[in-house]
């Protein structure tokens, strides 16, 4: 029955002589004198295998190009605060900076009233200074005429 053909049919799939396949890596890849159903239990199982590798392989390379992108991270963060420690740094010089200036407008400002005025006196003390020779002139002649008179 039943049976007998089955077993018939393993007698028929199943040869004598016993030669592995190898890959790359030593890993019998198909032993003959197996079965067919043997020989494909073994491809599933080293196909099971070789997923199992490469996703072994794709998570180490993600774990690792997750871990260079935080190094990146942390890299631009770095620049980052270095960036903006030095914007603080700029913006402070130049806050100074624009007090000096002002400062300086403004004395500036309160000396160039005082020059005026100083420019003032000058002017006024040489009117006084020509006004007085003027009349320093005057008495001479009055002297020269009163005496011109008196002899």
Do not use: P, W
């Amino acid at each position: 029955g039943f049976a007998g053909e089955f077993e018939e049919e393993m007698d028929n799939n199943t040869t004598e002589e016993k030669t592995d396949i190898v890959d790359g890596d030593g890993v019998d890849v198909i032993t003959r004198g197996e079965s067919k159903v043997e020989q494909q239990q073994h491809k599933q199982e080293n196909k099971k295998g070789f997923a199992g590798e490469l996703f072994e392989k794709v998570a180490e390379y993600v774990e690792e190009d997750l871990a260079a992108t935080q190094d990146e991270y942390a890299l631009c963060k770095n620049l980052n605060d270095i960036a903006a420690a030095n914007v603080d740094e700029n913006i402070h010089s130049l806050q100074a900076t624009n007090d000096n200036l002002k400062s300086t407008i403004e004395q500036f400002s309160s000396l160039e009233t005082v020059l005026r005025e100083i420019d003032t006196l000058h002017n006024a003390s040489k009117e006084l200074v020509d006004a007085a020779q003027g009349l320093n002139d005057f008495s001479k002649m009055l002297e020269t005429k009163f005496k011109e008179i008196t002899k």
